[in-house]
Structure formats: structure tokens, C-alpha cells
């Protein structure tokens, strides 16, 4: 086990005939793994301020997980005996998964080292609080732990807390404190993740924007295409960094024996995109295809379909690195790949995104992009023509393709 800072398949629908070809983006590992995942925010606390982003932060959370094929069972500002139902159904849900996670927005606390998370009930006025209003986070990872492969917790949990002070002082209760305080790695299954949205004790921010500083760079990177979740952290770690100036660092504890990708993308797979019409045969000709080599004519005409959809850039000659392209696209003409890389994003640079996530930013700042990085996601496109409309990209199709021919001529 270590302890660090956070510093599907694709696949193709063959054609049963050629009347229609379905574009399919990804198929998550979701068809070949169960994953089910807890989410849980709260905001509107009864017997403190309420936070702006908690019920935000779980809801955007719950999308992105619904969408990288997890069955997510979720609550938003719940009372102690909601919060025990839910976790009851996400407790018989879980067992034997090949991936339980457990995502947490809202106020927590710990008291001589045992983490608490705090329902929109909870008073803290005595000793007994922490039992009857309280919930205990070792609860809930035992019950995400039974008959399970992988485990993931992420805790944005480390706000500012005004009822610990109460209970430190009203109850008289020693070590009670906002910061939570880090949780020890049990062995079994491929292993555990647990993620902090700052470092052991210390708190982390609320945010002004829509989600907090944690869950905007969790957002932002825990769906992106063949990453594994230690590298989605360890880039998680770098965005709250920067955006709250050293402030905030987030921590992981992490002991996989497993190297877990929760977006898988065969970037070989043809897929297969639009609608077709079958030629008409001629007049008196007969068509005798079958078994592999009707499956065969039916895929190269599907690729062959995608391929026509590929847009032609508005140059023919070589696209260097830092010399202005004619790609075709008003928005881009005229600039380098050097200069689009240090711009902002034009389009979501994944489908469905919420636009605050995106909007703004640089590009180079969001994928970590330099020149070397580029090239080699350039040799993708180039190696294999149809991906350039396999996903979306946040400079546009025709940046891809611009990418692929630059790869073809050596990435000069």
C-alpha cells in the first residue's frame, strides 16, 4: 500500500444488412463488468449554513456515472434515516460487483481518527450525537466492501464545519475536527482507492463556481478515455492545485493490484456510422453472399460509409506544427496546432459535459497536451483514418484530421 498525493471496449455492430449502419461511440466494460456506485450530497443542513455545491456535486457525479455505465444508487440532502435506507439499498445492490463506488459531497468530520459524514439533521448537541445522527464512514465502506473486486471512495467531505465546533465544545468531546482524517487500506479483492478532496486534516473549498474545486477536476477527468484512475488522480491533484493556489491539495490512498480504466476506447475497432441504402443489383443479376465473406463485404462497406464522412481539410499540402492551417473551419483557419492547444475549447471534450466544466479553460491546461503527447494521439488518428469520428474533441473534427495528416508526415 502506498500513500501519495492524487498528484469498450469499442466495439462494432456488424451490419445485418446494408439498409442501416449504426455509429456506435463506445461500449463501456460496464457489458462485461458490474459496477455500482453510492452517491450521496448534502446542502441544506438544518443546524448550520447550508453549502452552495454539495447537492450539485452529487448530482453531476451521478450523471457522469450513469454514463460510464455504473447503476448508481443516489440521495441528495437526506435526514439520518434517509440516508440509512439508501445505503441499506445500495448495501444489497453492491455485493459481489467487479467495481464499487462510494462518492460523498457535503459536511464531515472526524473524531480521534474515525471519519463521520454528516446528514441535513444531524444537531451535534451531546455525546450520543455522533451514534443516533451521524453516519460513520467505515459503515459504509463495509458495506461496499462485501464479495467486491475493486473499491473507489471519493470524499469531498472536508469543508468547513461549524458543528464539529459544537461538538467539541458543547459535548466536550476531544478530537473532533472538520478535516477528515485518512483511512487505512484493508486487503482483499484487486484492491481500494480512497480519494480526499484535501490532505489528511486540513479542509478543502466549497467553491464559487457550480461544483467545488475537487469535484470540478473529478468531473473533468474520471471519464476520460483510457486513463487509469490513478492517473485521473493524479491530474485531479494538479487542477485543485492550480485553481486554489496551492490551498488545497487533494490525497489519495491507494492499493490496486489492478490497473482500473472506467472509460475503455479500442482505438482500432472500425465503427461503423449514418445510413445507407444497398445498390440496386442489375437487371437479371443475382447476389450470392453469405456466411464470412458477406460479414466481410458488409463491414468494408460500412468503413467505407464512415470514411465519406470524414471532412476534407482546406489544404493539401503539409501541416506542420507551428505554421497556420487551412483547416476549413472559420473558428480555426489561419491558426497552428502550437497556437489551438494553448486556446480554448470549442465544443465539450466529452459528451454531455456541463458546460461550466469546460467553458473558459485552456486546452492544453485540461489533457495535459504538449507536443510529444499530441503526437502520439496523432499517430492514432493516422494509423486508423475512421477514429478521427469516433469521439468528440474539443477543437473539432477537423483538428483531428489536421492532426493525422501532421503525424503521416512525422509530426514536424
Known amino acids: 500500500m502506498s500513500s501519495i498525493p492524487i498528484a469498450f471496449c469499442g466495439g462494432m455492430l456488424r451490419a445485418a444488412g446494408l439498409a442501416a449502419l449504426l455509429l456506435l461511440l463506445t461500449l463501456t466494460a460496464a457489458s462485461a463488468e458490474r459496477r455500482i456506485a453510492l452517491v450521496l450530497g448534502n446542502s441544506q443542513y438544518q443546524h448550520a449554513a447550508p453549502l452552495a455545491n454539495p447537492a450539485r456535486d452529487a448530482q453531476a457525479m451521478a450523471d457522469r456515472l450513469k454514463d460510464l455505465g455504473f447503476e448508481v444508487v443516489s440521495g441528495f440532502d437526506l435526514t439520518k434515516q434517509q440516508t440509512q435506507a439508501t445505503v441499506a439499498q445500495f448495501a444489497k445492490q453492491v455485493r459481489g460487483a467487479d467495481i464499487a463506488l462510494f462518492f460523498y459531497a457535503g459536511h464531515g468530520l472526524q473524531v480521534s481518527g474515525k471519519n463521520y459524514l454528516l446528514p441535513v439533521d444531524a444537531a451535534l448537541e451531546d455525546e450520543t450525537s455522533l451514534d443516533f445522527e451521524a453516519v460513520s464512514v467505515d459503515f459504509i465502506l463495509r458495506q461496499m466492501s462485501r464479495e467486491t473486486s475493486i473499491r473507489l471512495v471519493f470524499l469531498d467531505a472536508c469543508r468547513d464545519n461549524p458543528l464539529a465546533d459544537v461538538l467539541a465544545k458543547s459535548a466536550g468531546i476531544k478530537g473532533a475536527s472538520s478535516g477528515l ?51 485521473a488522480m493524479n491530474r485531479v491533484t494538479s487542477d485543485v492545485f492550480k485553481v486554489t493556489a496551492g490551498k488545497q491539495r487533494p490525497w489519495i490512498n491507494v492499493s490496486l493490484t489492478t490497473e482500473v480504466v472506467l472509460h475503455k476506447v479500442d482505438l482500432n475497432a472500425p465503427l461503423i456510422v449514418g445510413e445507407a441504402t444497398a445498390p440496386q443489383a442489375e437487371a437479371g443479376s443475382e447476389t450470392r453472399n453469405t456466411g464470412a465473406s458477406s460479414s466481410q463485404n458488409d463491414d468494408q462497406l460500412a468503413l467505407n460509409a464512415l470514411r465519406e464522412k470524414i471532412p476534407k481539410l482546406a489544404t493539401d499540402g503539409p501541416i506542420l506544427f507551428d505554421r497556420p492551417v487551412e483547416f476549413g473551419d472559420p473558428a480555426i483557419d489561419g491558426k497552428s496546432i502550437a497556437q489551438l492547444i494553448k486556446g480554448e475549447p470549442l465544443f465539450s471534450p466529452v459528451e454531455g459535459l456541463d458546460k ?28 486508423n483514418d475512421v477514429s478521427v469520428l469516433r469521439l468528440q474533441h474539443p477543437l473539432g473534427t477537423r483538428f483531428k484530421v489536421a492532426l493525422a495528416r501532421w503525424a503521416q508526415g512525422g509530426c514536424k
Open 181 to 231: 482524517a485518512e483511512i487505512p487500506i484493508e486487503n482483499g479483492g484487486a484492491g481500494t482507492l480512497v480519494a480526499f478532496a484535501a490532505s489528511p486534516n486540513q479542509l478543502a473549498y466549497d467553491g464559487s463556481g457550480d461544483h467545488s474545486p475537487f469535484t470540478t477536476a473529478l468531473l473533468q477527468h474520471i471519464g476520460e478515455s483510457n486513463v487509469s484512475i490513478t492517473e
Open 356 to 383: 461550466s466544466v469546460w467553458q473558459g479553460k485552456h486546452c492544453d491546461g485540461c489533457h495535459q497536451w504538449n507536443e510529444t503527447r499530441l503526437c502520439e494521439q496523432a499517430k492514432n488518428f493516422a494509423a
